[in-house]
């Protein structure tokens, strides 16, 4: 995985230091798929100065992952929230931070906005693939970078092709599998999957940029998308009903149609339903609610996308425990 001059590391792991050997293996993990990690034990050595070692750190990284847990809320979250700070900056678009979290301690502070992935021991698989996925979309650097006639900045290497929207709110990402999709960066949830258009790489840059991104993003604003859930906890027994709304220029829109991904997965489980927002009695219109019973135990992140009939779309990701 390559990287840029200005980043000596990919990644600097913030965490308690008696969240060790968990993050120990986070690290492994992510040197095995060729990600450049700076972690404390292998970076800090006798004789330096440990603060000066860990500011070093965080200036020559572009991804923080930070490790949420009681043992980090506990002691250390006041220092470790800080070294948030220049990686949540929104004028700088090359640096990101990821929470992770590591236990069911609730989460502190400005943190509890950010969306953030599960490492409880269930969720660790399905934890690190949104992980390695995340880092990938951020520092996957190209051999070169060229621009279409929009504007879109277009990257490709002999793996992945990224664009992103002239917002920087919309990424598209390909690779020779034919696995493209557009995906929200906010919620990393994937609004459009392109698998049945059998793009190659070369395609990928030069076409679904130029074309499918665009669809799938108007001119008109993004949706501001929002979902309600009743229970927001329950067991495997439990009925689960979610009620999504959408926003545009500060107007619910009135009509639209929703599909739904129960697993966070980036596949959606639904096709596109049509709904109203409000519809008459006895119009046989549907309303925009769906309901869901989970089968497996655990904290599922439910994503929806919605769409208006001029084309404007919009996600948003809401997390459910199941007991």
Avoid at 152 to 176: N, Q, Y
Avoid at 204 to 231: C, E, F, K, N, Y
Wanted: hydrophobic fraction near 35%; charged fraction near 25%; include cysteine.
């Amino acid at each position: 995985m390559s990287q840029t001059p200005d980043f000596q590391y990919d990644v600097f792991l913030s965490h308690s230091s008696k969240d060790k050997d968990v993050v120990r293996d986070i690290a492994e993990r992510l040197r095995t798929d060729g990600v450049h990690v700076w972690f404390d034990e292998e970076a800090i050595r006798p004789g330096d100065c440990i603060p000066a070692k860990i500011e070093e750190g965080l200036e020559h990284s572009r991804i923080l992952v930070l490790c949420m847990s009681a043992n980090a809320f506990a002691s250390d979250w006041a220092q470790l929230e800080s070294y948030t700070f220049r990686f949540r900056d929104p004028m700088n678009k090359e640096r990101r931070v990821i929470p992770l979290r590591l236990d069911e301690a609730d989460i502190k502070g400005s943190l509890a906005y950010f969306y953030y992935i599960s490492w409880l021991p269930s969720d660790r698989e399905h934890g690190y693939a949104k992980l390695i996925e995340a880092c990938r979309m951020l520092i996957t650097e190209p051999p070169s970078v060229d621009h279409d006639n929009s504007g879109k900045a277009i990257e490709e290497e002999d793996h992945l092709v990224c664009a992103f929207s002239p917002d920087g709110k919309r990424v598209l990402t390909g690779g020779g599998d034919n696995a493209e999709r557009i995906s929200d960066r906010a919620s990393q949830c994937c609004l459009h999957n392109l698998e049945n258009k059998k793009l190659g790489v070369s395609d990928v840059a030069m076409s679904a940029v130029a074309s499918t991104l665009d669809t799938v993003m108007p001119g008109a604003h993004p949706l501001l998308t929002r979902i309600h859930v009743t229970p927001e906890t329950g067991t495997i027994n439990t009925i689960f009903s979610f009620f999504p709304t959408a926003m545009e220029d500060d107007s619910r829109i009135p009509s639209g149609e929703m599909r739904w991904d129960w697993n966070g997965d980036g596949v959606f489980d639904t096709p596109f339903i049509d709904f109203v927002a409000d519809p008459a009695p006895g119009s046989g219109d549907s309303p925009p609610t769906l309901t869901h019973q989970f089968t497996t135990p655990g904290v599922h992140h439910v994503c929806v996308q919605v769409r208006s009939h001029d084309g404007s779309v919009g996600s948003a990701t809401v997390e459910v425990s199941v007991q």
